[in-house]
């Protein structure tokens, strides 16, 4: 497989929005639809978790609709172990045999043979890194996942799980509110030839240009808990959001795939994991890629 990144500034469907464990409103119809709008638009790479909701829901969709495909192997799948929610609590655990169990309970949810990439989920501070490195690349050589790599971990944590087996990919996020990664952990990923997979592109929706400033979120939506939703981030991220507007209306684009383009713009990503739960906001960023020199200028100018 070598040390070159697999993905090419792609868009990846991120299912975490479909799995209602946080988000408002969501319908097994919608989530479907969006998985079958996402194929539709070009999309082959799907990222599910075995904690992606509270009886595996974004497993569960997710299958339903490969499982309808006349061919299933020019899919992407995946898959993260290792966390989970219980009572409304997310529950880390990094030890083999529970990172085993998810694997297999992930794969049969699904109804596939192995993941394309297969990523501990968080680092479990209970278990050494290198000991759940070692429980992945067990599964890698039975055959239960092409790829292996590691989600939300420092650079030095990557580096103690690459000792015991190549880490190909990891997940982190990044957006044009949150751009601390670029500097360690993304340029750190990419020097390793490892593909770097961000997420929180959209921020949670407010880098869509969608959520107003006076916006008063329903009963139960986690997003004011985020510190970018609260006093003057807040005021300073919609300051942003409405230079974005401006110049998505230029480029005759949404500013969602702007937004997202930024992203794949940044040196070492590559690909943007992008969470959505209904077929419209997916066709808002499918079309997202490298932006000109001249147009990062103008977004990067707006950022400070």
Request: aromatic share 6%; hydrophobic share 40%; charged share 25%.
């Amino acid at each position: 497989m070598g040390n070159e990144p697999l993905f090419r500034k792609e868009v990846i469907l991120g299912l975490w929005p479909i799995a209602g464990v946080t988000t408002i409103g969501v319908t097994e119809k919608d989530a479907i639809t969006t998985i079958e709008t996402a194929i539709e638009c070009g999309v082959t790479t799907f990222d599910t978790a075995y904690g992606y909701g509270l009886d595996g829901e974004s497993d569960r969709y997710l299958g339903s609709v490969l499982g309808q495909d006349d061919d299933p192997v020019r899919f992407h799948v995946i898959g993260k172990v290792g966390q989970r929610y219980v009572d409304g609590q997310r529950v880390i655990d990094g030890r083999p045999e529970t990172l085993r169990s998810d694997a297999e309970e992930s794969l049969s949810r699904i109804g596939i043979s192995k993941f394309g990439t297969l990523m501990l989920h968080s680092v479990d501070d209970q278990t050494p890194i290198q000991e759940s490195a070692r429980a992945l690349r067990d599964l890698q050589m039975q055959g239960l996942a092409d790829r292996i790599g590691l989600c939300n971990a420092t650079a030095e944590q990557r580096r103690r799980f690459a000792e015991v087996v190549r880490c190909d990919a990891i997940q982190c996020p990044l957006n044009l509110l949150q751009t601390d990664h670029l500097s360690d952990v993304i340029a750190d990923a990419a020097l390793s030839g490892s593909d770097v997979l961000v997420y929180w592109t959209l921020m949670k929706g407010l880098l869509a240009g969608k959520i107003g400033r006076d916006h008063e979120f329903a009963p139960g939506d986690s997003r004011p808990g985020y510190a970018v939703f609260q006093g003057d981030a807040r005021r300073r991220a919609h300051d942003v959001v409405d230079g974005l507007i401006e110049l998505a209306t230029e480029l005759d684009i949404t500013v969602a795939e702007l937004s997202v383009s930024w992203a794949l713009s940044q040196v070492g990503v590559t690909a943007a994991l992008v969470g959505a739960r209904r077929p419209d906001q997916i066709r808002d960023v499918a079309g997202a890629k490298p932006l000109s020199d001249s147009i990062l200028m103008q977004m990067n100018e707006l950022i400070g």
